[in-house]
Structure formats: C-alpha cells, structure tokens
C-alpha cells in the first residue's frame, strides 16, 4: 500500500510490551498519534534512535502525540528491551501475521523479515498528516520528526 497524505489511516490492533491490546482507532477524537515502524529490538540503530525520541518525549507531548513503536518482535523481546533502555512509550509487537500491520502502511521489508525505518503522523481524527522513510540502515534525524510534528499542527483535525 502507499500511503497518502490526507487519507484515513488503516486500523489495527496489535499486543504492546505489556500483552494489552492497543488499537489505533481508540486514540480517535482524543490524540494525534506517531507510528514509528523499526526494524528489530536491540539492534544498534533501531536504539539509537528509540533512545533519541525517549530523551525528546516532550516535542511529541506539547503537540498531544502518543508516540508509539512498532516492530516485528514479539512481546517479550519488546518489553525486555524497553525496560532495558528506559522507553516510557509503548512498544507494539506486529509479531504474527508477521508484518501484517507494517505491509499495511507500505512499511515491510519482506526480503528481509522486517520492516523499514517508517514514520507516519496521523491526526486526531485518524487522517494521515506526515509520512517520512529513511534509507535501509540509515536512521531517522530528530529534525525530520519536528518537521512532520509542525506538519501536523498546520493541519488541525477537523
């Protein structure tokens, strides 16, 4: 799928750190919402820059985003590696169907097994307002997020 700026954002479910269902559609009407796909848990770059939006919760805050990570591992890996560097941000687990939610948003890999390093910013009312992709290996700058957050304040939901 490609995604569109201005179209609505695909629904989904999908198990956090903890085993709790989080579906997309519940942060509707109430928060905007960042979907930040990355390849695999405890990898160098995927921390890196996991670690970059921990230290800069605040940007996301100010804006009323609810930052939200999605890779292919499971639960538990998400949960230990969370716990390990501190995210005080869910973690969600498009574990199995593998990818499901990640080939969805034109994010999976699948000669790989994962997905890519994929943001996407959707608004209040579920419509998506950014989307940005960096090159395999590549991480993404703190600047691109601040770009997509300003991105999505131009463009209040309706």
Known sequence: MTLQIGQ???DFELANQWGQGVKLSDFRGKKS??????PL???GTCTGELCELRDNLALFAAQDVELIGVSVDSKYA????GEQEGYDFQLLADFWPHGEV???YGAFLPEKGFATRATV???KAGVIRA???TAPGEARQLDAYRSA???LAERPAA
């Not at 919402?33 to 990355?38: C, G, I, R, T």
């Not at 998400?78 to 590696?81: E, G, K, S, V, Y």
């Open 41 to 43: 848990a405890f990898s």
């Open 78 to 81: 998400l949960r230990a590696w």
């Open 131 to 133: 989307h940005f992709v």
């Open 33 to 38: 919402v960042a979907l930040v796909f990355f």
């Open 8 to 10: 609505a954002a695909p």
């Open 149 to 151: 957050l300003a991105e």
């Open 102 to 104: 990640a080939r969805e």
């Open 121 to 123: 910013l959707i608004d």
